[in-house]
T-cell receptor
């Protein structure tokens, strides 16, 4: 079956611009996660959606970052007024129990 | 103190040897523990999870958990060059679905 998909796969943007990253989870997965991975680093938790519960936003690094999820489907991560330190791979994962399945990621480069 | 700590490595072992990867965590209430493998430029993929003290074996992989010492490890028997990757330890805390990742240990298996 289809896995987690993310778009775009690569995004180059100028400092100060806003960007939107999209994640399509596996159908039926109630949980959806966003992570950031800087080069050579581990995964940094950003935000977690579980069903209709309020999302856990505790990992968002600043108020420039926000995310939405429509029901138990698509999620978008928005970064406003991008900065060079936002350059990273943004990974989305979905889950129905213990195992998280990761998408291929979006590589964001802020110039 | 980081919530999940791993030695970044690289850990270099000869082909056929046992590779031992270690991880410590700070939240004593953590409930479940995961090992992910990440090849360069790819997304993480789950190898094993464990939530009870002791050992859990799956093929060439054994996960070991010691909650009293807040320590989890992954042993890879008969290491192969194809095992060369970064291994990420992840911990799920109490009353939450989110995972906290360590920075990963790079494993190099020399032919």
């Amino acid at each position: 079956g289809a896995g987690v998909s993310q778009s775009p796969s690569n995004k180059v943007t100028e400092k100060g611009k806003d960007v939107e990253l999209r994640c399509d989870p596996i159908s039926g997965h109630t949980a959806l996660y966003w992570y950031r991975q800087r080069l050579g680093q581990g995964l940094e938790f950003l935000i977690y959606f579980q069903g209709n519960s309020a999302p856990d936003k505790s990992g968002l690094p600043s108020d420039r970052f926000s995310a939405e999820r429509t029901g138990e489907s698509v999620s978008t991560l928005t970064i406003q007024r991008t900065q060079q330190e936002d350059s990273a791979v943004y990974l989305c994962a979905s889950s129905e129990s213990y195992e998280q399945y990761f998408g291929p990621g979006t590589r964001l480069t802020v110039t | 103190q980081k919530e999940v700590e791993q030695n970044s490595g690289p850990l270099s072992v000869p082909e056929g040897a046992i590779a031992s990867l270690n991880c410590t965590y700070s939240d004593r209430g953590s409930q479940s523990f995961f090992w992910y493998r990440q090849y360069s430029g790819k997304s993480p993929e789950l190898i094993m999870f464990i939530y009870s003290n002791g050992d859990k074996e799956d093929g060439r992989f054994t996960a070991q958990l010691n909650k009293a010492s807040q320590y989890v490890s992954l042993l890879i028997r008969d290491s192969q060059p194809s095992d060369s990757a970064t291994y990420l330890c992840a911990v799920r805390g109490s009353n939450t679905g989110k995972l906290i990742f360590g920075q990963g240990t790079t494993l190099q298996v020399k032919p």
